[in-house]
Nanobody, 115 residues
């Protein structure tokens, strides 16, 4: 089992920045990728960004150039630096970890972009 604990959400004005963190614990040796998904009200959960153990990144088109994902392998922590936030980025952001045997989800953290 892998446990994921997120932090860093909140309320920010358009154009502002937030940094999300997600620390993994438990059977982390089987993990091969970590990332972030988000779900806005009435919408399906969608991939935001993901990074694998080799540092290969993939991100959703609308966040390219604004969001940066990074991984501290030693701390088993994934970060999402979000800059130039827009109202359409408002959603619950979920940490995600992929392992050899199954996938894991965090509890979610609310990000609200509003003036």
């Amino acid at each position: 089992q892998v446990q994921l604990v997120e932090s860093g959400g909140g309320l920010v004005q358009p154009g502002g920045s937030l940094r999300l963190s997600c620390a993994a614990s438990g059977s982390t040796s089987s993990m091969h990728a970590m990332g972030w998904y988000r779900q806005a009200p009435g919408q399906q959960r969608e991939l935001v960004a993901i990074i694998d153990q080799f540092g290969t990144r993939r991100s959703e088109h609308s966040v390219k150039g604004r969001f940066t994902i990074s991984l501290d392998n030693a701390k088993k922590t994934v970060y999402l630096q979000m800059d130039d936030l827009k109202p359409e980025d408002t959603a619950v952001y979920y940490c995600y970890a992929a392992s050899t045997y199954e996938n894991y989800w965090g509890q979610g953290t609310q990000v609200t972009v509003s003036s």
